[in-house]
């Protein structure tokens, strides 16, 4: 531990390093910046300390929340109002991701003490720089936090999280987000703006790609998974950081899919359908939420007391800090319900959003606000010291340099336990959509293969948006991955083809010319990379002219054509689902991409992944989803006359793909659906379960989805929604019995009167491999 000392205070050793730290550098070095304290302020500190020394540590770890609230309320007793807003400030170093205002001098701002926290800063270098700018500058010495964007991994280059939740494999996806929190710890950073839990329907919207898709239930579930896998048990520990949900709420639901839009949400939509994973990840123990740019109900996130307090704070009972998002505070100017910065500031604290990210809001006018009495000091205190919790829960004040070890940082970065770890999850991440005549999987002793595509070549694609830390350079392409999979024989021929990005076919007639040569052809079709993300909503989401061209004239060889899907959402692909024999979403998939994709492509994994996202047919079809209502003149069962309900005229009201889908290279077959007691009392768990086999010749793994309907309720149900699921291994021949149980909570609803509670009646059980196909049941609840 660099410059600090045991020390000891009756004889006891202090356990409690950040009392070792303070002491050493005021009491025992009696550091420059103290010699100007006041003798009353000495006597405060020397209280606090003896104090501080009391509670120690019985568990064993340094984060009792007791001993933290003593420490918390000691340090507090020593703060400027000044330097309390500080902390509840946070700046930007380098890479802006929203809008920079005006010009500030960001080492100034850190050495006065106004910065308790900074993004986009990284590297175990870089943060000891900054770190100790605080320390040896700063009256109280109080680390900063640091955060940065690790969204899909940090070094080692995870699938974007759509295409990981597509795995439906939390013990994965668990994994993946303890190693982005590894690695970031090794780069010094103590906090990621992640996981992102907004449920997204649709798919113009970019960042779509950033979270689990549209479900809640399979959501929560994944949101929980990147929570623990971030945080762990221990937030002090080297392999965990502070986890951010966001976007606190209704980021997803902007309307038409247009970044930054306005939303309109009913509260029962909030309640069923947005919350809930933010609940999840509350109680799974995330320790801070972001808040959403868009207004809900006209009242714009940041500055919305129901969100945050009554919901989050009070309801939930969230321990954390809320942050805003980069000058969320500062745009309830725009949206035209503040007048000015301050009274923004206002709005949001009295909403109780703790920091200001980058819209210096509460660094400019918190002070004036609490002289004029439109905020109370007992706000702002609640506030400091929910972000003060965090930093002793970090561990930041035993050592504010811990996470700035460049050893250990140089040691953690891209270990093969991570590249390993990362081609695991992101072959489960790939669905196959469609595989006729069985081309796949592709034998590796084939004599020649061609592939074609701009992105099948292309490093920095694999990672695709939010991916800053990424080593891209050493990212595995599509063609390195199929090269290093198949026979020293095989020839291997790659041409560009088309770029999605032009309107040109780069290279039609080489493509024909080496298609006549090869026995099969690998083709890229979709997006570039950098289309998804924030600020990259789209109005058409189609497949471009020039790929379809580019199909259509490979296809015309008569050569088995594999299409690679590379996008980060749904896209409409009716005449690719049409004419290619087999097709396999590959999404973006991180730095083993090329690997993980020849896995499958050769059969040395069978793909298991479902969609964890409705596919559309047509853009009109927007939103579509699977638990749609069933509505008073239901569109899937009327026939077909002249007042049938929710039709279109011009198109079928299915989906391309339904939410759940995904084929494996063996089938699985669906039986004996039962429900052990098909009669049940409210507040008892059901248990219900199903015979699956594996009847093709192939070992594989199934995602068992169960459905429930409850069809009697006092506010419309949806006609289906996911209230199980479980990844089963099966080999050919095997069956096995799947067993769920659904608990009151899995059946209860958001009644009439807006309680969540149980209602009696009848529910249906639909069970199965996808949410459309399924077999069904009933119980009743008395
Ligand atoms: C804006 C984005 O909306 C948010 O998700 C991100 O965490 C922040 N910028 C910080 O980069």
Not at 52 to 72: A, C, E, H, M, R
Not at 376 to 382: C, F, K, N, T, Y
Not at 385 to 394: A, E, Y
Not at 634 to 648: E, L, Q, R
Request: hydrophobic letters at 40%; one cysteine or more; a positive charge.
């Amino acid at each position: 531990m660099k410059g600090f000392k045991l020390s000891f205070i009756n004889n006891q050793p202090i356990q409690q390093k950040y009392i070792q730290y303070t002491i050493h550098q005021t009491v025992i070095k009696n550091s420059p910046p103290y010699t100007n304290m006041k003798l009353r302020e000495y006597a405060l500190l020397f209280i606090c300390f003896l104090y501080l020394s009391f509670p120690s540590n019985v568990s064993g770890q340094n984060t009792s929340v007791k001993n933290i609230d003593y420490k918390v309320d000691s340090l507090m007793k020593l703060m400027t109002l000044d330097e309390k807003i500080g902390q509840l400030n946070q700046l930007s170093k380098g890479v802006a991701t929203g809008p920079e205002g005006k010009k500030y001098d960001l080492d100034k701002e850190i050495q006065s003490g106004n910065v308790g926290s900074l993004l986009n800063l990284y590297g175990a270098d870089s943060t000891y720089k900054y770190q100790k700018m605080v320390v040896e500058k700063t009256r109280l010495k109080i680390p900063m936090i640091f955060g940065h964007d690790v969204i899909h991994g940090a070094r080692t280059g995870f699938p974007i999280p759509l295409a990981e939740a597509a795995s439906w494999d939390l013990q994965a996806i668990e994994l993946s987000a303890r190693i982005a929190a590894t690695e970031s710890a090794a780069m010094g950073l103590h906090w990621t703006f992640a996981p992102m839990v907004d449920i997204c329907r649709d798919p113009r919207w970019g960042r779509i790609m950033e979270g689990a898709g549209e479900d809640p239930y399979l959501g929560s579930a994944i949101a929980k998974a990147r929570v623990v896998g971030l945080q762990g048990q221990d937030l002090a520990a080297n392999n965990t950081i502070l986890a951010c949900v966001k976007h606190f709420a209704g980021y997803g639901a902007v309307e038409a899919g247009r970044e930054y839009n306005t939303t309109t949400i009913s509260i029962r939509h909030l309640r069923e359908t947005i919350l809930p994973p933010f609940k999840a990840a509350v109680e799974a123990g995330a320790g801070s939420v972001m808040n959403a740019f868009n207004d809900v109900d006209g009242i714009p996130a940041s500055g919305s007391k129901f969100l945050v307090t009554d919901v989050l704070k009070k309801e939930w009972g969230f321990k954390g800090y809320t942050v805003s998002d980069w000058n969320s505070i500062g745009e309830m100017v725009s949206w035209g319900t503040s007048k000015d910065a301050a009274d923004a500031a206002r709005q949001a604290m009295n909403a109780g959003s703790d920091m200001d990210m980058c819209g210096f809001a509460y660094r400019n006018h918190l002070k004036q606000l609490i002289k004029e009495g439109k905020v109370l000091q007992s706000q702002v205190d609640e506030s400091v010291r929910r972000v003060l919790n965090m930093k002793f829960s970090l561990g930041l004040f035993e050592d504010p340099y811990r996470y700035s070890n460049p050893a250990r940082e140089k040691e953690t970065l891209y270990k093969k336990a991570h590249t390993d770890a990362a081609r695991e999850v992101a072959k489960k991440s790939i669905v196959l959509l469609k595989n006729e005549k069985h081309i796949l999987p592709i034998s590796k002793k084939i004599k020649s293969i061609l592939v074609v595509g701009e992105v099948a070549n292309n490093k920095w694609d694999m990672s695709s948006t939010w991916s800053g830390m990424v080593d891209s350079k050493h990212n595995v392409t599509i063609l390195e991955g199929i090269k290093a999979k198949v026979d020293k024989t095989t020839k291997v021929y790659y041409t560009q083809g088309a770029d999605p990005k032009d309107e040109k076919i780069l290279s039609l007639d080489s493509a024909l010319v080496l298609a006549k040569k090869c026995e099969v052809i690998v083709m890229t079709i979709g997006e570039r990379a950098w289309w998804v993300g924030e600020n990259n909503s789209y109005a058409g989401i189609d497949i471009r002219k020039n790929e379809l061209a580019l199909m259509n004239g490979l296809l015309k060889t008569g050569k088995p054509l594999v299409i690679l899907l590379t996008n980060g959402r749904p896209i409409i692909m009716n005449e690719v689902a049409e004419k290619a024999p087999s097709i396999l979403e590959t999404w973006w998939l991180g730095s083993m991409a090329g690997h993980a994709i020849a896995d499958v492509l050769f059969g040395d994994y069978n793909p298991s992944g479902k969609l964890p996202v409705t596919f559309p047919r047509v853009l009109g079809q927007i939103p579509l989803y699977y638990s749609q209502k069933n509505t008073g003149r239901p569109a899937f069962t009327m026939s077909n006359g002249k007042y049938d309900g929710g039709i279109y005229r011009d198109v079928v009201n299915t989906p391309l793909y339904p939410f759940g889908f995904g084929l494996s290279y063996t089938t699985f077959n669906y039986d004996e659906l039962k429900v052990i007691s098909d009669s049940t009392k409210i507040g008892l768990p059901v248990t219900v379960t199903v015979k699956i086999k594996n009847t093709g010749k192939v070992s594989g793994e199934e995602v068992v989805q169960l459905y429930i309907r409850d069809m009697v309720a006092s506010a419309s149900q949806p006609i289906k929604v996911l209230k199980g699921f479980k990844k089963v291994p099966l080999a050919p021949n095997e069956s096995t019995v799947v067993s769920f149980t659904l608990t009151p909570e899995d059946l209860s609803i958001w009644d009439r009167e807006m309680v969540f509670r149980q209602e009696p009646g009848e529910f249906k059980v639909m069970v199965g491999g996808d949410s459309d196909k399924v077999i069904t049941t009933s119980f009743y609840v008395k």
